[in-house]
């Protein structure tokens, strides 16, 4: 192939001099033969084979090191090496263009290329399990000019079509960010709204004025008043000491004291300004924290505040709300021309979201399930998450329609909630369990606030099926289905049936300080929750009835109390604990002195919810059969003759004889 014609004007030492150089001489194909300090791979196989034909850079990590104080490639290079462990960067350091990995072949992107230390290359990690991905610690050469208007870049020619972003960030960035993002939604995707109308705004908002030397102030919208106005997803992080109160209310409505605010606020205020908006909603400046009943009404308005927002700003990285999100500084570039750079590959989208503060955070799931659009603000790149796929500014196109990690799971289900209810579709409760599935993975700081959080959630739900009734967190339509949860397990890669084994993994539960809801609910405890509705279906189960003594279609109720009547298939039986304390899996039999092997006396994959080291007696009601297995709740017997839920089982290969088992009411509270 023919060389691709390039002058390099940045600030390069002479080895990343040469290695661009040649990179584009090559066009970024392998060679036949190569010039010094070139390396081609030899014809037996070892095991640096699979890096494939590397340029020799620095001797050592040191001389990485002092050469990236001049040369702007180095420095690109040891920012991102310097965070691998000491053990990672023995020997001298190679450049990779041409590396293979395993079923996916060699890599293809053009522009790509690995770094790593030759003696560690057996120790160095790969990061993302998803296939096709592109390894930890690689470098991508990409375009610092947008393309020309219609042009089209073959998808392999990664170095013409992927963007370079920027170093720093400022407000003409936000803006033309934002702007060719929304342009992009209206013009090319039919589940994004055409234009950016103004919307109803909240009871209250801070006003920033026409222009930054305006005094900001506490605005307390009339009825009706529409405008456009963006709202922050953040985390508090503890204590706010500049929150809004009764007290201090009618004077925030002259001036709010602009170097008394967070630094996260102040980041909010900027990005507000830079996209041209007039006003902000930030929970604790414009909901009165002192008050129970302001708290309440304003609470039950997420849906409208969040929904109705131009742009939600998300400040993804920062864990508190003191730390801030606006970095001057956010990733090193190396300039290659006015044309080129090179800079780091960033992680994989669902690898990276996982492990955001802000995703952790339990009251952020629905504040993302309604927004749209979403401005993601990261640690190093801006992202944009609309009806229709996940955006990165480094130039990446999520839509994570096969991706069954539990981050790119929460994308499908908000597209399809999202979408749903602003056409007016209705939905299946399906849709409801997958949700509770990813919020059961979240986090917070007060734990009654685990049903408040999901109120505005619920709210949009109840939109597409008016007639449903919600109690404690799920759907009383639906009570059957929504009471089959258990403790999240690891499903392992490959593995062709779902279902529980003896040597899962199993996500711990935990139960909240005071008691917060049935113990039928998944909200009665914290942790990683599977819905096995979504994996089964057979419901051999009777509901009698549903009689709730707080919380139906009360959204914001923090502690529901109820019972549920099931009529079903019941039996005493005994669960035995497993004898590897390493393990949490259990197995039902009639008797004590059952053997847990016999499975015409066995009912095997028990998860206790809690207490899963000790045997005992309890009760077991069936409520689904499919293919041989048997889905059933656990549950011990109080002195009232009522029930309590403390386990589930999902038995497979089911032997047991079903007369063992008699028709019984069952009163779980």
């Known amino acids: 192939m023919s060389p691709i014609p390039l002058t390099i004007t940045g600030t390069l030492c002479e080895l990343c001099h040469q290695f661009v150089s040649n990179l584009f001489s090559f066009n970024f194909t392998r060679q036949d033969t190569y010039p010094a300090p070139w390396l081609p791979i030899g014809r037996d196989w070892t095991p640096e084979r699979i890096w494939g034909d590397t340029f020799h850079h620095h001797e050592t990590f040191n001389s990485l090191a002092e050469s990236a104080k001049t040369c702007e490639l180095c420095n690109v290079l040891h920012a991102d090496l310097s965070s691998m462990d000491q053990a990672l960067c023995q020997g001298w350091l190679g450049l990779y263009p041409f590396w293979s990995a395993g079923r996916v072949g060699e890599n293809k992107q053009r522009g790509h290329f690995r770094a790593g230390f030759r003696e560690s290359l057996q120790k160095m990690p790969w990061g993302s399990s998803k296939i096709g991905s592109v390894p930890l610690h690689s470098f991508r050469i990409c375009r610092r000019v947008p393309l020309k208007e219609g042009e089209e870049v073959h998808w392999l020619d990664a170095y013409r079509r992927l963007p370079a972003v920027s170093a720093n960030l400022h407000s003409r960035d936000i803006l033309q960010r934002v702007t060719t993002w929304q342009q992009e939604c209206c013009r090319d995707h039919k589940d994004c709204p055409n234009d950016t109308p103004a919307s109803e705004l909240p009871t209250r908002v801070l006003d920033l004025g026409e222009d930054a030397s305006d005094p900001i102030r506490l605005y307390e919208s009339q009825k009706g008043e529409k405008a456009r106005y963006t709202a922050l997803s953040h985390c508090w992080g503890g204590v706010i000491l500049s929150v809004t109160t009764t007290v201090n209310r009618e004077a925030r409505k002259k001036s709010v004291n602009f170097d008394e605010l967070p630094q996260n606020f102040k980041d909010a205020i900027h990005f507000t300004r830079a996209l041209g908006i007039r006003y902000l909603w930030i929970d604790a400046l414009c909901i009165m924290q002192d008050s129970k009943s302001d708290w309440g009404n304003e609470a039950a308005k997420m849906q409208s505040v969040y929904a109705g927002a131009t742009v939600v700003i998300s400040a993804l990285d920062a864990p508190a709300s003191a730390v801030g999100f606006l970095k001057p500084n956010r990733v ?64 990446r196109k999520v839509t994570a329609e096969s991706d069954g990690h539990v981050t790119a799971e929460f994308m499908n289900i908000r597209k399809r909630i999202g979408v749903s209810a602003a056409k007016g579709t209705e939905l299946d409760f399906r849709a409801w369990y997958r949700l509770l599935e990813e919020y059961s993975t979240r986090q917070f700081t007060v734990s009654s606030d685990k049903l408040p959080a999901l109120a505005g959630a619920a709210a949009l739900f109840k939109s597409t099926k008016p007639t449903a009734t919600y109690v404690a967190g799920i759907w009383k339509e639906d009570i059957a289905a929504g009471l089959l949860w258990c403790a999240h397990y690891d499903h392992m890669p490959g593995r062709k049936v779902w279902g529980i084994s003896y040597t899962d993994r199993i996500s711990k539960l935990s139960a909240p300080p005071q008691i917060r809801a049935p113990s039928w609910s998944w909200a009665a405890l914290d942790g990683y929750t599977d819905f096995w509705a979504l994996r089964t279906g057979g419901f051999v189960v009777e509901v009698l009835g549903v009689t709730m003594g707080a919380g139906e279609n009360e959204l914001t109720e923090a502690f529901p109390t109820g019972t549920v009547k099931l009529r079903g298939s019941v039996a005493q039986m005994f669960y035995h604990a497993p004898s590897d304390l390493s393990l949490d899996v259990g197995t039902l039999t009639f008797s004590e002195t059952d053997f847990v092997d016999d499975k015409s006396v066995a009912l095997s994959s028990c998860v206790m919810d809690l207490d899963r080291r000790t045997s005992r007696i309890c009760w077991v009601v069936i409520m689904s059969k499919a293919n041989g297995s048997w889905y059933s709740l656990v549950l011990d017997r109080l002195d009232n003759r009522s029930y309590r839920r403390i386990g589930m089982c999902t038995a497979h290969g089911v032997s047991v004889d079903p007369g063992r088992f008699e028709t019984q009411d069952v009163d779980i509270i």
């Open 332 to 395: 090193p570039l190396a300039v290659i021309n006015d044309e080129y750079a090179v800079q780091k590959v960033f992680r994989e989208i669902n690898d990276y979201l996982v492990e955001c503060p802000l995703v952790r955070r339990g009251w952020c799931m629905q504040e993302r399930l309604l927004a749209n659009p979403i401005l993601h603000v990261g640690q190093e790149q801006l992202f944009w998450e609309c009806h229709t796929e996940f955006k990165c500014e480094d130039g």
